[in-house]
């Protein structure tokens, strides 16, 4: 692994032997590209967004935690993504490659830990292998009392035209989306697809009980300051996640992992 610049953002390049690599910003421990071995970039990740710790990076793999949307008090989809994580570990074997990244309650800003007064670690795990991504990521309770929490890798694939993709694995069978699209998927189980053109991801989540599928459409994208509007068809949001708070008791962990592989 080396360190390098994205955007104004200190980040983690980890680099496998065959050539498959991943970046992640500090920031967030916000996953904001990936190529498998064939080097072709699976995220997507808009030509707006901030790169400067200002606000959310709009594209990669946001950290959901510790609320999803607006559901929980405190900020929209949780701080996770706003805030800044530490490197805690790297390594490679069998020509994989990884890196763990940290946040703990005493990382945040005063403020933020005001809003969650609760004793967490939170630990991402971001392994390259091949033509696979995988992500972990570890919840665990160091507080004295239990807290509840929801959790997503809202992850923003890259396609080459929304029009182009389907999505598989979900209660409906084959999903294509033309406009805006907002839906969370219930017990997921078993691996979901995505299917651009030759290529097919095969997703498959673990402790994630739900899924959600989104893309803004072109009205709603032309109202975020920070996407472009015709990038809403090069790319759709799958994210494990877990929607109704669990609750965690002190000194417990919970874990969820999204393995991503592609079939070309
Ligand atoms: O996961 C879907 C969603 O909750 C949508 O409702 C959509 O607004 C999206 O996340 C992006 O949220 P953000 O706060 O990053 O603008």
């Given at each position: 692994?080396?360190?390098?610049?994205?955007?104004?953002l200190?980040?983690?390049?980890?680099?496998?032997?065959?050539?498959?690599?991943?970046?992640?910003?500090?920031?967030?421990?916000?996953?904001?590209?990936?190529?498998?071995?064939d080097?072709?970039?699976?995220?997507?990740?808009?030509?707006?967004?901030?790169?400067?710790?200002?606000?959310a990076?709009?594209?990669?793999?946001?950290?959901?935690?510790?609320?999803?949307?607006?559901?929980?008090?405190?900020?929209?989809?949780?701080?996770?993504?706003?805030?800044?994580?530490?490197?805690?570990?790297?390594?490679?074997?069998?020509?994989?490659?990884?890196?763990?990244?940290?946040?703990?309650?005493?990382?945040?800003?005063?403020?933020?830990?005001?809003?969650?007064?609760?004793?967490?670690?939170?630990?991402?795990?971001?392994?390259?292998?091949?033509?696979?991504?995988?992500?972990?990521?570890?919840?665990?309770?160091?507080?004295?009392?239990?807290?509840?929490?929801?959790?997503?890798?809202?992850?923003?694939?890259?396609?080459s035209?929304?029009?182009?993709?389907?999505?598989?694995?979900?209660?409906?069978?084959?999903?294509?989306?033309?406009?805006?699209?907002d839906?969370?998927?219930?017990?997921?189980?078993?691996?979901?697809?995505?299917?651009?053109?030759?290529?097919?991801?095969?997703?498959?989540?673990?402790?994630?009980?739900?899924?959600?599928?989104?893309n803004?459409?072109?009205?709603?994208?032309?109202a975020l300051?920070?996407?472009?509007?015709?990038?809403?068809?090069?790319?759709?949001?799958?994210?494990?996640?877990l929607?109704?708070?669990?609750?965690?008791?002190?000194?417990?962990?919970?874990?969820?992992?999204?393995?991503i592989?592609?079939?070309?």
């Amino acid at each position: 692994i080396e360190m390098v610049d994205y955007g104004q953002l200190p980040a983690v390049r980890i680099r496998g032997t065959d050539g498959a690599q991943a970046i992640v910003t500090l920031y967030g421990a916000h996953l904001v590209s990936w190529q498998g071995a064939d080097g072709a970039e699976r995220l997507f990740c808009s030509a707006a967004s901030k790169l400067d710790g200002s606000r959310a990076i709009r594209g990669g793999v946001p950290v959901i935690f510790p609320q999803f949307a607006e559901r929980g008090t405190g900020m929209r989809h949780g701080f996770a993504r706003v805030a800044t994580w530490r490197l805690a570990d790297s390594g490679a074997h069998d020509g994989a490659a990884f890196a763990v990244f940290m946040l703990e309650d005493g990382d945040l800003a005063p403020a933020l830990a005001q809003a969650w007064p609760h004793g967490f670690a939170l630990a991402l795990r971001v392994e390259v292998n091949g033509a696979a991504l995988a992500l972990t990521l570890e919840v665990r309770n160091t507080g004295a009392d239990a807290f509840a929490f929801s959790a997503a890798l809202h992850t923003y694939f890259s396609v080459s035209h929304l029009a182009r993709v389907r999505i598989g694995g979900v209660q409906e069978g084959e999903l294509h989306i033309d406009d805006n699209f907002d839906h969370i998927y219930r017990g997921i189980d078993g691996a979901m697809t995505l299917a651009d053109g030759a290529t097919t991801l095969h997703l498959a989540q673990d402790g994630f009980g739900d899924a959600v599928v989104w893309n803004p459409g072109a009205l709603d994208a032309a109202a975020l300051n920070d996407m472009e509007d015709a990038e809403y068809q090069r790319f759709v949001c799958i994210e494990p996640a877990l929607i109704a708070p669990l609750t965690l008791a002190a000194g417990a962990a919970w874990r969820g992992a999204h393995t991503i592989r592609i079939d070309a």
